[in-house]
């Protein structure tokens, strides 16, 4: 399930969600074009999903076993984000991708639409 879920619904969603925020960044007629704007939405949430599954699940199974106290716990969570960093930031430039691909497509479906209405209007 876990490598459906990887594969499959996340990258789904993300390029749903960078076609939602290209839609609400269309409706203000100031904005300019801005692909960033999805690809940076998909990359935060990503890395902030990540650290928090990461930090939880070590902290499921590990600090349970460590020595009593609060600094040998926090210090191996802490550890244990900062080695898996590099990790989490990788996912989080590839599944952000696919939420720039949602926004880039939206972009390029709503730029063709208006080609569409300006011919017929010259029509």
Wanted: aromatic share 12%.
């Amino acid at each position: 399930m876990t490598i459906i879920m990887a594969f499959i619904i996340v990258p789904v969603l993300l390029v749903i969600t960078g076609a939602i925020s290209e839609k609400i960044r269309k409706r203000d007629p100031v904005a300019g074009r801005e692909l960033l704007v999805p690809y940076c939405a998909g990359f935060i949430g990503v890395f902030f999903g990540c650290n928090l599954i990461m930090a939880v699940s070590s902290a499921n199974q590990y600090v349970p076993y460590l020595e009593p106290g609060l600094m040998p716990r926090l210090a191996f969570v802490t550890g244990y984000a900062i080695f898996i960093f590099p990790v989490v930031m990788l996912v989080s430039a590839v599944f952000a991708g696919f939420s720039l691909a949602g926004g880039w497509l939206m972009h390029r479906r709503s730029g063709a639409a208006e080609k569409t209405n300006t011919i017929k209007e010259q029509i």
